[in-house]
Every structure is written in structure tokens, then in C-alpha cells.
């Protein structure tokens, strides 16, 4: 999607403004209160509308804020864009009482017709989660010289975090043609990738016919082309039978696959999951087979070295609970043992000096998410993946990155655990390896002192200053607690938990409330 133009009629402080919009990066400067969050907010008011919201939000949102400041101004804007071969108009009026919404083909002049009063029917994978996590950033703060070069370079590589161009692909495409493989691109995976995303993927892997597969860049495009994979070799699978866990029909008829990950914790390239989003239903499925382990991965740390620093305190964190949570799996082994400590003690020294920007520190991190899939991958996970499934897309605010939720997650999920025996005292030993007190409260202190020191809020409530509302919270609790306890990883988990236990589990990670029960 290329915006080509803004029109501005009567939004906030601005009557009649047009702006133009060039190819490529385009920069809004200016000093304070000059407009630029306004723009900012007309855009994402454009195509998804402008934000409402019930109860104590009501009056602080987008709706109320950017209302025209003349008074009797019509609320309306309109804006050009471009996606693939069309050329659209975007016009909108936002007054709740005379509310209007349409897009019109601009070749032909007809108007499209809208599945929602969005955008997101028109463009595949374009729902407000998606472009809040990974398209729209907000104000920068203007730093000297390096610095803010530094800082808009690290904003750009986050929005690209899901996708294939976060990679040199260029630099691969022309590798695999000086070996004579003739190759077909799949691009702009977004992140939390929707089942629409895999199975227009799918029909193109079905129409070129690959006898190998090779996904590159973070967690969601590898996840997502081994769930196109799977549809590829067979078009008639349903994705309800494939959130069975260890129900994939046999694959490499067709294909093989090889992963090659450039952030370091999702670990997917080893692994035999893969997570992806139903946003018609709000929820996040974890696709679960050995049939999805990839056959070749390649674990090049310099790929890992370009993450911006709110992405590197994410993975992180992710591979940190996956060594965790495959240590006390009531599935781990004598072999995922030795992989899930090693992994956790590498986690443990190298994750801050990586976050603060230490390349060796980096290098070493991307090896030790791989040893945390290894485990994990073999010894499974528990409940905080679970509620991290499950509480990832449910909400209208935005999503909860999925390994930011894990870090929030862990330290209440470690105390719940603790109160089985033999968790405790698997949690010990990990606290114990690590130099700590042999307890579990050693090891919560020890999780909760990185997430500080890695920029990590305590609790779901203050997720990016609180856009995950309370009350949309609590009336989804039972529901969203229901579906995390039938979520696949819960199984394995070393303490049995009941809906009515999950619901009381996610309010204190709501609240940060102590775990007592």
C-alpha cells in the first residue's frame, strides 16, 4: 500500500490542508503543537475510522480529540492511495449522526464495495492491530546527529520486523540464481499472520510449484509459510483440522523446507510449531507437528545484529520462557534438560548487554533461541504460552506482542506453578544454575529485575500506556481464560489449571497482582 495524498477538509485543527506524498520514506517535521500527531491520527482515522471508546476513555480518544476546532465544520477527509494495480480514493465523514465511508476505483470510477467500514476487506492482512504494531509509529524523539539516524533506522527495521524485506533478500534471491534455482517471491508477511495471509500464499506456492520452500526473516513469515506449505501439498486440509495438535497430514510430497531466522526467539526454524491469527475471531492458534519441523535451518547470528532494541528485549524474552517452561514441562527429558539450562544461563548473561546494543552479546543470543527451540520443541511448553496465544489478538486496542506478553506472563505464572512440589523444585534448580537461591522467588525476583532493566511493563494494564482496555478486559476475561486453558500448550504445563484458575491468573497479570492460589 503506497498513500499517494492527504486531504485534511475538516479533522482537528486543520480546514482545507492537502498534503502530497512522494515515493518512498516521507518525513513530518515540525515544532510542537505545529499538527503532526494529527496527521499521524488522520491517517489511521482514514482507513480504519476514528477511534471510540466506551466508559472512563470516553472524550480522550480520537473521535472527541480531532473533532473539527471550528465550530459547524463538517468532520471529513479524504486521501489517494495505491495498492498493487488499483488506485483508490478514500472519503470519509466521522460525525456518528451523518457518517460516511466509501472507496472509489479511480481508473473506473466505481465504488468498491466494503466488507467493513475499513480498509482491511480491500488489502489482505490490513486490520488495525496489524498496522498499529508494525506500519504506524508514532513521534520520534529528535536526538543530535547520529542518534536520530540511529533511532529512524531502528523504527524502520521494527516495521518491517514481520515481513521478508526485514532481510538482505536481494543479496539471497541472487545467490539461489547463480546456483540455477529458478524462484518465485511471497512478500510483506504481516506480523501475527492471518489465515487469509497463509492461504494466499498457498495458491501461489500451488500455481509455481516449488520442490523447496525457504522462509526468511522473523517468527510470522517463517510460521506462516509452514502453514502455506501444508496447503500447498494439500489444498483441501481445513485450517480447523490443522489446530489439532499433531494432526497434519504427511508432508514433503511436494516440497521440503528450510527456515532461516534473522531475530533471535522465536526459535520456529527448529521447532514444530507454528502460530497463526483468525482476526475474524480474535484469537491466536498454535499449529502443532513434527511434520512442520523445518528440514534445514541456518543460524547466522549477523542476521540478528540489525534488530531494533524493543524487538531484541521481546525475543528475548520469548526464548527465555521458552528454556522455562521446557525445563518444567511434565514432558522434558534427560535431553531437553541440558538444552533448556544451557539456554537459560546464556539468556541470563547475554539478553541486557544485547538489548544495550553489545553485537557479542547479539551473536550469542541468536544461538541460545535455537537451543531453547531445540528444547522446547521436544519437551513442549506450558500456560504461559497459552495465555499469550490467547489474549494476543483479543482485544480492539492492539494486539499484545506476543513476546512481551510472555515477559509479563512468566514471573505470575512461575509463583502458580510453584505451589506443585516438584515444580518448585525444578524452578530451584534452574535459580540454582543460575547462581541464585534454590527457589522459585529467587528466580521470579530474577525475571522481573530483567524485564526492568529491558524496558518491560509489570503488567498487562500498562502495555504501551494502557491501550488494552479495562473494561473490554474484563467482559472478555471468562472467555478468553476458556480458551487459553484448551489451548495446546496448557497440556504440559506441570500444574493442572481450571477456567475459573486461568480467569484469577490473568487478572493479577491484568492488575500485577500477587499469585496466591
Known amino acids: 500500500m503506497i498513500i499517494k495524498q492527504l486531504n485534511l477538509d475538516h479533522f482537528g485543527k486543520f480546514h482545507g490542508r492537502e498534503i502530497d506524498l512522494n515515493p518512498g520514506v516521507n518525513i513530518i517535521y515540525g515544532a510542537n503543537e505545529s499538527g503532526k500527531s494529527t496527521v499521524h491520527a488522520f491517517i489511521q482515522s482514514m482507513l480504519f ?13 480520537a473521535y472527541s480529540k480531532y473533532q473539527p476546532w471550528e465550530g459547524g465544520a463538517s468532520y471529513e477527509g479524504r486521501m489517494r492511495l495505491s495498492y498493487q494495480d488499483k488506485n483508490w480514493r478514500i472519503v470519509r465523514n466521522f460525525y456518528k449522526d451523518d457518517s460516511h465511508f466509501e472507496v472509489v476505483d479511480e481508473t473506473s470510477g466505481r465504488q468498491e464495495a466494503c ?10 492482512g490490513m486490520q488495525l492491530s496489524n498496522y498499529r504494531n508494525s506500519i504506524s509509529t508514532g513521534q520520534l524523539s529528535v536526538q543530535p546527529d547520529g542518534q536520530f539516524t540511529t533511532n529512524m533506522q531502528s523504527y524502520m527495521a521494527n516495521m518491517a520486523m514481520g515481513a521478508t524485506d526485514s532481510v538482505d533478500v536481494g543479496r539471497a534471491l541472487a545467490y539461489l540464481k547463480e546456483a540455477g534455482l529458478e524462484t518465485k517471491l511471497i512478500e510483506n508477511v504481516e506480523p501475527d499472520p492471518s489465515v487469509e495471509t497463509v492461504m494466499s500464499g498457498a495458491a501461489v506456492m500451488r500455481e509455481f510449484e516449488p520442490d523447496w520452500i525457504i522462509s526468511m526473516g522473523g517468527g510470522s513469515p517463517i510460521d506462516a509459510a509452514k502453514a502455506m506449505w501444508a496447503f500447498y501439498e494439500y489444498p483441501d486440509v481445513t485450517f480447523e483440522s490443522l489446530c489439532t495438535p499433531f ?18 526467539g522465536t526459535a520456529t526454524e527448529v521447532t514444530a510449531f507454528s502460530v497463526i491469527t483468525d482476526y475474524a475471531k480474535g484469537i491466536k492458534y498454535p499449529l502443532a507437528d513434527f511434520n512442520i519441523t523445518p528440514d534445514v535451518a541456518i543460524v547466522d547470528p549477523d542476521l540478528a545484529e540489525t534488530m531494533p532494541k524493543k524487538l531484541t528485549a521481546h525475543t528475548g524474552m520469548d526464548a527465555m520462557t521458552h528454556a522455562i517452561e521446557a525445563y518444567v514441562s511434565t514432558l522434558h527429558c534427560d535431553y531437553t534438560d541440558p538444552l533448556a539450562l544451557h539456554a537459560i544461563k546464556m539468556i541470563s548473561e547475554d539478553l541486557v548487554d544485547s538489548y544495550n546494543g553489545d553485537m557479542a552479546a547479539r551473536d550469542r543470543m541468536h544461538n541460545a533461541q ?36 510472555n515477559a509479563m506472563y512468566l514471573p505470575k505464572v512461575i509463583a502458580y506453578n510453584a505451589k506443585e512440589p516438584e515444580a518448585e523444585k525444578r524452578y530451584g534448580q534452574i535459580a540454582a544454575f543460575l547462581g541464585l537461591e534454590p527457589t522459585s522467588k529467587a528466580l521470579i525476583a530474577h525475571i522481573k529485575a530483567m524485564n526492568e532493566k529491558l524496558d518491560i511493563p509489570t503488567c498487562i494494564k500498562d502495555y504501551e500506556g494502557g491501550i488494552i482496555d479495562e473494561k473490554e478486559f474484563l467482559e472478555k476475561l471468562p472467555s ?38
Open 49 to 61: 475510522g476514528a477511534e471510540r471508546l466506551r466508559g472512563r476513555g470516553a472524550g480522550r480518544d
Open 247 to 264: 494432526n497434519f497430514p504427511k508432508l514433503r510430497t511436494k516440497a521440503h523446507f528450510c527456515a532461516i531466522p534473522s531475530t533471535s
Open 115 to 124: 466488507a467493513s467500514d475499513d480498509i482491511s476487506s480491500l488489502i489482505p
Open 480 to 517: 478468553v481464560a476458556e480458551l487459553a486453558v484448551g489451548d495446546a500448550c496448557t497440556g504440559s504445563n506441570p500444574r493442572a489449571i481450571t477456567p475459573a484458575e486461568m480467569e484469577k491468573l490473568l487478572h493479577c497479570c491484568f492488575y500485577d497482582e500477587e499469585v496466591d492460589f
Open 370 to 405: 535455537c537451543l531453547a527451540g531445540m528444547a522446547f520443541s521436544n519437551a513442549l511448553l506450558g500456560i504461559v504460552h497459552s495465555m499469550a496465544h490467547k489474549t494476543g489478538a483479543a482485544y480492539s486496542g492492539g494486539h499484545i506482542v506476543h513476546g512481551c506478553a
